[in-house]
Structure formats: C-alpha cells, structure tokens
C-alpha cells in the first residue's frame, strides 16, 4: 500500500538530512513546488488539522524539504518520509496523525474493495460457525448447493448489517450538524474514512483458521478494535470532539442492532441449514 505524499518523489530520511545542512543557503536554489499549485489547500497538517497547500518543496539538485505548519510551527506530514510498515503500525495504534496522513495527504482508493474483502471475511465467520454447528456430512450435490447458497444469505445480511451501521451514523451527525453549526458534513470523505478503518475485520480469518480455547475472546477484541478505528476516523474526519464520535458510534450501533433483531423476528433465514443462525457479533 503506497501512503507516500502526492506531488512528486517522497522524501527520504537522507535527504531530509541533506535539508537540514542546507537550510541556510535555500535562497540560493530556485524552489518549485511539490505538487501543482493551486488556489485552494488540498493537504491537512497532520498536527493541527490545519489546511496547507504542500506538503514539500523539491529544490534543485534533488534537494527536499518539508514544509513547515504556519500555526502549530511543525512539519506539515512527517509522515511522507516514512516507510509505509511505519505508518501502518501507528495507524493501527489509532494515532491521530497517522489517519490524517492517509485520508487527506494520501491517494489511496482501495475503500471498496476493502469493504467488499471485509464483508467476504465476516460472511465466512458466519457460515463457519453455521457449517460447524449443522454437522450434516451427507456428500449429496444438493446439499453442497444449498450450503453455497448459506454463504451468499450471509453475505447479504453481514452487507445490510454494515449498510445499517453506516446509515445510524451518518443520520445522526446529519442531525447533529444540523441543528449546531447548519453545515452539512462531508458523508462522502466520512464514508471512506469508515471503511478504511475497518480493515481490522481482516483479523476474522486468521480468528478462524487458528482456532482455539480463546476464538471467542478474540472475535470481541476484533469487534472492539473495529469500533476503536471507527471512531478515530469519524473524529479525525470531522475534526469533532471524542463525545460526538462516541455519540455517532452508538447511533450506528443501535441501528445496526435494529436490522439484526429485525431478521430474527422475520426468520429471514427459515427454511435451509441457517435455520439454526443466531445473530454473531459481527
């Protein structure tokens, strides 16, 4: 995955060390922007959430440096000299820095087939757990055919699950914005900030295949690092206050909780080996 800044080469650290010993004479070069300027900032700094223009300016000779926050006085995107596995584990420890790196100095478009991998993640779970409480070992086609079609009704309840989740937030920070500032968040930024962020369901196969005493355990911890994210990136996104994104967690959780009680009352699934379904966490 290449979360490297736009505009031209992305700085190394040697180069950046070749900054530092030429900041005095960078009026004798003639600096050319990083990236196409424009009249609007399309970049964030990482620190204050502040918009910037650039991230870097590419000198002559090959020489880089970073451009400098003009409000918190920082390096704009520390980030773009880092290596991608660096910026991987702080985003995995919910860093703040390192969700604005990705979501708004970054071109990364692999959102929906994320989303898509995820749900065919979360979909297996289900029909795992469903193929391991059945216990029906008849070798018949039909029942091979009838099992294949299990898979595809749990994708579809784990994708309306998800669709549900998504609705509750976005329904109540429309609200919310309504009524406090009147300004209309940008659902489509937040949309793919959300699904970003819940690359943590990749964890359900490797939860799956290594089995034990303690799966159950660690499908919560799953479930609760997926909601951690979450909520990083909905307050990254929106620049909010922790209780807002709390707030906005909590609407999707219970509309999600909604659909799920929704298709048990329906018995959506009646008439095959999901019969026997119950509702996962997931």
Same mark, same amino acid.
């Given at each position: 995955m290449?979360? =490297?800044?736009?505009?031209g080469l992305r700085p190394r /650290?040697?180069?950046?060390?070749?900054?530092?010993?030429? /900041?005095?004479?960078t009026e004798e070069v003639s600096a050319?922007?990083?990236?196409?300027?424009?009249?609007?900032?399309?970049?964030?700094?990482?620190?204050?959430?502040?918009e910037a223009k650039e991230l870097y300016r590419d000198y002559n000779h090959g020489v880089l440096k970073i451009t400098i926050c003009k409000s918190?006085? /920082?390096?704009?995107?520390?980030?773009?000299?880092?290596?991608?596995? #660096? #910026?991987?584990?702080?985003?995995?420890?919910? /860093?703040? @820095?390192?969700?604005?790196?990705i979501l708004f100095n970054t071109k990364?478009?692999?959102h929906g087939k994320l989303c898509i991998f995820c749900l065919l993640c979360e979909?297996?779970?289900?029909?795992? @757990?469903?193929?391991?409480?059945? @216990?029906?070992?008849?070798?018949?086609? %039909?029942?091979?055919?009838?099992?294949e079609w299990d898979f595809y009704r749990m994708f579809a309840i784990a994708s309306l699950e998800?669709?549900? %989740?998504? #609705? =509750?937030i976005f329904t109540f920070l429309w609200i919310e914005r309504s009524i406090t500032t009147k300004k209309t968040p940008n659902f489509v930024l937040l949309l793919k900030a959300l699904l970003l962020s819940s690359y943590g369901k990749l964890l359900l196969i490797p939860a799956v295949i290594w089995e034990h005493e303690y799966t159950l355990l660690c499908l919560r911890f799953i479930k609760v690092f997926v909601l951690t994210s979450n909520f990083q990136a909905i307050r990254v996104t929106l620049n909010s206050t922790r209780k807002l994104s709390l707030c906005a967690i909590l609407c999707g959780l219970l509309m999600e909780s909604a659909m799920v009680y929704f298709f048990r009352r329906m018995e959506w699934d009646l008439g095959s080996d999901c019969?026997?379904?119950?509702?996962?966490d997931f």
């Open positions: 290449d979360t =490297g800044g736009r505009g /650290k040697g180069n950046a060390q070749a900054v530092t010993a030429r /900041k005095g004479n050319t922007p990083a990236a196409a300027t424009s009249s609007t900032c399309q970049y964030r700094c990482i620190e204050c959430n502040q918190c006085q /920082k390096p704009v995107d520390k980030y773009i000299e880092y290596d991608p596995v #660096i #910026i991987l584990i702080n985003a995995v420890l919910c /860093k703040a @820095q390192a969700y604005r790196h990364i478009n692999m979909a297996y779970l289900r029909w795992w @757990q469903l193929q391991d409480s059945s @216990q029906n070992t008849d070798p018949d086609d %039909f029942i091979r055919y009838a099992k998800q669709a549900a %989740f998504l #609705i =509750g019969a026997i379904y119950k509702a996962q």
